[in-house]
Each structure stands twice: as structure tokens, then as C-alpha cells.
């Protein structure tokens, strides 16, 4: 699976973006996906993260009750939905397959292009 991000640009704090994350080849709704955040000077972090189908889903800490991670398997896409945003939300956001599993314990692959998101104060 090759995956493709998208949607980033800059917002005011408080505001809204919505990334997505197209994928090409026939097996997307077969895999746990991710959504990672890599800030300057920073590591990367899963901020969400989706089972194959949708059912559950996984937030960190920062982004719980701000941002909503969804799939849309018929059109092979990830999305985020990121609302609240603050200046602490600034990163390039990448999406990833989980391999064999889903959550923070599963190791992910297929980064693909990162989309910049970056909040204004």
C-alpha cells in the first residue's frame, strides 16, 4: 500500500483542518492505519490510530476529544479531523499501515509524503 497525505496548510488557533490519506492498491481495508506527527526537533508520535474497519479507534493524551480519526474503505482514504487546534499541534503529519495489529504497540510502515500543518498563535 502506497499512501499519499494531504490537507495540511495554516490555520489560527482554535481552528480547524481536516488531513486525508489516499491509498492505492486493493488491500487498504485490510490494515490497522495510523495517523503520526513529527514536530521540529521532536519524534515522531501516533496522535490516532483505527482498526481495519473502524470499529475502535486510539488517541493520545495530546489530541483526545479534539481530533477524530476515520476510514472510508470504499474509497481507500484515511482521515483526521482536527478541531481546537493549538500552536502545540504544528508538525508534519504522516499516515501509516499498522503491521499486524493496531494501536500504539503495533509497528507501522508505508509513511509515504507528510502533509504541514502549521498553527498560528
Known amino acids: 500500500v502506497q499512501l499519499q497525505a494531504s490537507g495540511g496548510g495554516l490555520v489560527q488557533a482554535g481552528g480547524s483542518l481536516r488531513l486525508s490519506c489516499a491509498a492505492s492498491?486493493?488491500?487498504?481495508?485490510?490494515?490497522?492505519m495510523g495517523w503520526f506527527r513529527q514536530a521540529p526537533g521532536k519524534e515522531r508520535e501516533l496522535v490516532a490510530a483505527?482498526?481495519?474497519?473502524?470499529?475502535?479507534?486510539y488517541y493520545a493524551d495530546s489530541v483526545r476529544g479534539r481530533f477524530t480519526i476515520s476510514r472510508d474503505n470504499a474509497k481507500n482514504t484515511l482521515y483526521l479531523q482536527m478541531n481546537s487546534l493549538k500552536s502545540e499541534d504544528t508538525a508534519v503529519y504522516y499516515c501509516a499501515t499498522a503491521q499486524g495489529g493496531w494501536g500504539p504497540r503495533t509497528a507501522y510502515a508505508g509513511w509515504g509524503q507528510g502533509t504541514l500543518v502549521t498553527v498560528s498563535s
Open positions: 483505527i482498526t481495519w474497519g473502524g470499529g475502535s479507534t
Open positions: 492498491g486493493r488491500t487498504f481495508s485490510t490494515y490497522g
